[in-house]
Structure formats: structure tokens, C-alpha cells
């Protein structure tokens, strides 16, 4: 096997026995098979002038399956790939190329990788998009041109230009993702969420995927059954469709990486509705669920309907016979058992865009810095947590994604009517930043690199790696990115986003403040 695609990589380098993630030597090939096939569909289906409704599908979703935390299952990708072989052959494409995705000279196998990687981010986007009936033939019709070319030979130009191309595109997906998320749900409003666990009988619902959530909370509606949220699933609580649950009680827990212990002795079931799914222990292993693109062998999955309906009985019974705790159970030894407040996405922040300005323009907020991404179990990822905890008070921090449980229980305070830490939702939501540092500039009649605002990235899968794209592809300069540099991009390619960009690793948090802020 060799696997390079996430920030966990063996030694920084690759995987190459087995998968720090868990992923086993064959799996990993199954999923580079998979890739291949991928390309070969894509190919064949350009070559025949047609894009079948389900080739469509196949691309996005097979791309999701390889995503890190995603399916760890050999049958179920062994079934994908056949499926998609089937697709293939029915539109008249020969054999997927021979290709070798990891080898050849470094420079070019980095910004390969770099646009796969990129795609595996997008098709996550556009597969929650789809499930809510939301397609924009432009981004659809990109995972065709984006895996052709992984097929091709490019020089390192014409590389850069198509990852630049990508990154365009992935930010309409994003933007297309956010029509679906709000059309579907209401547009997000500040919300303080109990991470206290009542008594009786609950479930516990992690991942991103809303539509998947907002179905368990139909069907256990009035059961007495109560639903928590866990991981990237926090920001559900912003939508007023979701929120209107009563059941919707709170959040369980912290990030992905610390799902093994906080787990363990759970009463209640657990479904995984995308990543970060990690190799369950024996001790909760019985009572862990996926569905969709997620898969472990041995875990219960549950299948959609034809109509993408989804029947989550088989939980809703081992919640009542787990029967939850007796009594209300505090969660302090897992978070400090503070309310946690989410709900800030582009539609509130902009609503405040006026007193935001104001309080910019008097001084009375200097700085406003994004921090966020993904989180993970690297040592280095403390710097998130002391970076926050260490920005001046007359400083705001924009945050997204599960990075931010690194700093989400702090309370720092408030600054100007405005909470100082306002999360604007799951990775999914990069698209709300954006949307403010476009508008905020738009309002100072400058470009986002001269507003008084940096973004400090973590990042450790490939979604982590589109939204990056994005960025660059807008001309946002001048980025904090750690805890270390992608394994995959050669020393090359990091001189060209550092000389271009001035993209930095992160160093230490003192020191990138200092920096950012022009203190010493
Ligand atoms: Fe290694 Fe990450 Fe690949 Fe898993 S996804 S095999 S940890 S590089
Ligand atoms: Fe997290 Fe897996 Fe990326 Fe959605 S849940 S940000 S790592």
C-alpha cells in the first residue's frame, strides 16, 4: 500500500504498512482499484458524449468512499467498484487506464495528488448537496474533467493552472452546498447547546451529513428518545428546521480523534453519518452504525431507499433497550461542561455586518482572525488551543469545522455585543468565511488581503485540502497552515504556494501573532 493523503501520514512521508488511520494494506489497494475505475468511468463517459445521471453518482460518491475515515469495509468497496465497472461498460468505455497514481517525478505525483486529494473534498460537498436535490452541472461535470485529467500528462503549469481551475469550481460547490443546507433547513441563528446528557433512552449522531440527522429526528419524534450530536454534526443546532426539535438535546463529546475513549461506555447507539469514523473498539463496537458512503466490516449499515429515505429502526430499538443513564449525566469530565454556542454562518454575521464595521472602524476590534479546520491527534495541534486562548481582547476569532474543540469551551469573553470565538459551522461552511471576508472587503473598498484579518488552518483530511484550493484560487495571501505541511506536496510545490501566496506553516503561537499583529 501507500497512502499520503492525510495530515496523520506515517513519519510525514506515507503509509506504507498499514494506515495510522487503521487503514489495512488491502483496503488502501482496493481503493486505489477504485480511483482507477473512477478515472476509467469518467473517461468513457467523455469519449461517449454522455453523463448518465448514476455515472454521476458513481464519481462523487466513490470519490467520498476513499476519503480518510470514511470506509475501511473490503466488500463494500469491492461492490462500489463493480458497480461502477458495470456503469462503465453500459457506456461502451474500455478498460480503466494502468495507471501508477504514486510514482513518477516528484513534482508532478505531488500536484496529481494535489487535485485528486482536492476532488475526494469536492465530491463530499456535492454528495450532501445531492441528497438534498441540489446539482450544478458545472461542479457534476468537473469530477469528469478533474478525473480525466489525473489520466493525462501535464507540465507543472499546466498542473497549477488546472488546480487553480479546481479551486474555483469547489468554491461554487461550496456555495451550491449552502443553497441546499439553508434552502432545506432555514439559515442558521446563534444557538447555546447543553452538553449534559439527560436521562433515558438517546442517540448520538456524528459526521456532516444534516439530511441524514434531520431523518433519525422525524423518526424519533415523541418516542422520548433524545438525539446528541457529536463532532462536525455540532452546527445542526443553528438551523431553525432542525432546531425545532425538542429532542435535538445537546452534544456529546468532543472531536473525532477521541471517539475510542469517549465511547466506550456509552449507552446508547452511534451513527456515523460521513467521517471521521475510526476502527471501533470491542468494547462499543456492537453499538455503532453507518450509512451512505461510511463502512466498517462488522458495523450495522443503513441503506437508503430509492428515494434516499433512510430507516433507522434497528437504532431507535437498541437506544430504548440501552435505555440510556438513569439519571442526568454531567459531561464536564469530557469538556469542562460548558455550554457550547454555535450558529454564526455568513447569514448572522452579515445581519451584524454594519455594527462588525463599526466597531472595525472605531478600533474597537483590531484583528479578526479564522481559525479553523480540521482537528486531530498530532501532538502540534495545541497550538490552535494556545493561539486562541493567546489573541489580544480587542481581537475576534471566526472558527469552523472540528478543529475549534481545541478552543470552542474557552470563554473569552465578548467584544462589542459579539461573542470574541463565533463558530460559523462544520468544514462544510468554509463558504460562510468567504462570504464575510468577500463582504467585509467589498464594505472597505479593498481586496480580503488588506482587511485586517488572517486565517490560521488546520488541516488533516481532503476536504481540508479543497477548501485550501479555494482559497489560493480566490488570491487569498499571507495563510497560516499546520500543524505540518501535506506530505504530498513536494518541496517544489510548497516554494510556489509560499513565493505566491506566502502561504506559512505555522510556527509557534506567540511568534505567528507577533508577526500577524506587527508587535516586537
Ligand atoms: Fe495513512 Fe492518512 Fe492514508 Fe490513513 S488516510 S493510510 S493515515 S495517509
Ligand atoms: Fe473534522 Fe474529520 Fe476534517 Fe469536517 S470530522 S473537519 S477532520
Redesign the pocket.
Known amino acids: 500500500m501507500f497512502c499520503f493523503q492525510c495530515q496523520q501520514t506515517a513519519g510525514n512521508k506515507g503509509c506504507v504498512r498499514t494506515g495510522v488511520c487503521g487503514k489495512q494494506p488491502e483496503t488502501a489497494n482496493l481503493q486505489d482499484t477504485l480511483i482507477r475505475e473512477l478515472i476509467g468511468l469518467a473517461i468513457a463517459s467523455r469519449q461517449a458524449g454522455v453523463y448518465t445521471d448514476n455515472a454521476k453518482r458513481l464519481l462523487i460518491d466513490g470519490l467520498f468512499t476513499t476519503l480518510t ?1 470514511v470506509n475501511f469495509d473490503n466488500d463494500a468497496i469491492r461492490n462500489f467498484t463493480e458497480r461502477v465497472i458495470a456503469e462503465r461498460t453500459a457506456c461502451g468505455g474500455k478498460e480503466a487506464p494502468d495507471l501508477e497514481l504514486w510514482h513518477g517525478e516528484t513534482d508532478l505525483v505531488s500536484l496529481r495528488s494535489t487535485l485528486l486529494f482536492g476532488m475526494k473534498g469536492m465530491a463530499a460537498y456535492a454528495h450532501h448537496a445531492f441528497n438534498l436535490g441540489y446539482e450544478d452541472p458545472e461542479v457534476s461535470d468537473w469530477f469528469v474533467k478533474g478525473l480525466c485529467a489525473v489520466a493525462e500528462s501535464h507540465t507543472v503549469e499546466e498542473w497549477l493552472a488546472l488546480i487553480l481551475e479546481f479551486g474555483k469550481i469547489n468554491f461554487r460547490c461550496m456555495e451550491l452546498l449552502d443553497q441546499a443546507n439553508t434552502g432545506s433547513f432555514g439559515t442558521p441563528v446563534p444557538t447555546r447547546v447543553n452538553v449534559d446528557i439527560k436521562a433515558g433512552p438517546f442517540i448520538v449522531v456524528s459526521g ?1 451529513d444534516l439530511d441524514d440527522l434531520s431523518q433519525l429526528l422525524e423518526q424519533t419524534a415523541g418516542t422520548g428518545i433524545n438525539i446528541y450530536t457529536h ?2 454534526m455540532l452546527p445542526a443546532h443553528g438551523y431553525p428546521e432542525l432546531k425545532k426539535y425538542p429532542h435535538l438535546a445537546g452534544n456529546f463529546g468532543t ?2 480523534q477521541s471517539q475510542q475513549k469517549e465511547f466506550a461506555d456509552l449507552p446508547a447507539p452511534i451513527l456515523f453519518t460521513t ?2 469514523l475510526m476502527p471501533p473498539r470491542p468494547s462499543y463496537q456492537d453499538r455503532v452504525y453507518t450509512t451512505s458512503v461510511v463502512g466498517y466490516a462488522g458495523l450495522r449499515h443503513i441503506a437508503a431507499d430509492a428515494n434516499g429515505r433512510k430507516d433507522f429502526t434497528p437504532l431507535i430499538e437498541q437506544a430504548r433497550a440501552l435505555g440510556g443513564y438513569a439519571h442526568d449525566r454531567s459531561m464536564s469530565g469530557i469538556n469542562g461542561g460548558h455550554m457550547l454556542t454555535t450558529g454564526f454562518a455568513h447569514g448572522t454575521v452579515l445581519a451584524n455586518a454594519g455594527a462588525i464595521l463599526d466597531a472595525i472602524r472605531a478600533g474597537k476590534i483590531r484583528h479578526i482572525f479564522l481559525v479553523g ?4 491527534a498530532h501532538p502540534g495541534r495545541n497550538y490552535y488551543t494556545e493561539f486562541v486562548k493567546q489573541t489580544p481582547m480587542d481581537t475576534l476569532v471566526l472558527t469552523l ?3 475549534k474543540y481545541r478552543f470552542n469551551d474557552l470563554d473569552l469573553g465578548e467584544i462589542g455585543g459579539f461573542p470574541r470565538i463565533m463558530d460559523m459551522g ?3 461552511d468554509a463558504y460562510s468565511a468567504v462570504k464575510v471576508a468577500l463582504a467585509l472587503a467589498d464594505a472597505f473598498g479593498c481586496t480580503v488581503n488588506a482587511l485586517p484579518l488572517t486565517l490560521v488552518l488546520s488541516w ?2 481532503q ?2 485540502v479543497c477548501i485550501l484550493l479555494t482559497l489560493l484560487a480566490l488570491g487569498v495571501k499571507n495563510m497560516y497552515l499546520g500543524p505540518t505541511m501535506p506530505a504530498f506536496l513536494s518541496e517544489t510545490v510548497v516554494k510556489t504556494l509560499v513565493d505566491a501566496y506566502g502561504l506559512q506553516p505555522t510556527t509557534a503561537p506567540e511568534q505567528d501573532l507577533d508577526a500577524i499583529l506587527g508587535r516586537k
Open positions: 475515515n456532516h463532532c462536525e472531536a473525532w467521517n471521521c479546520g480540521c482537528d486531530g469545522a472540528c478543529g462544520q468544514c462544510n488533516y483530511e476536504k481540508a
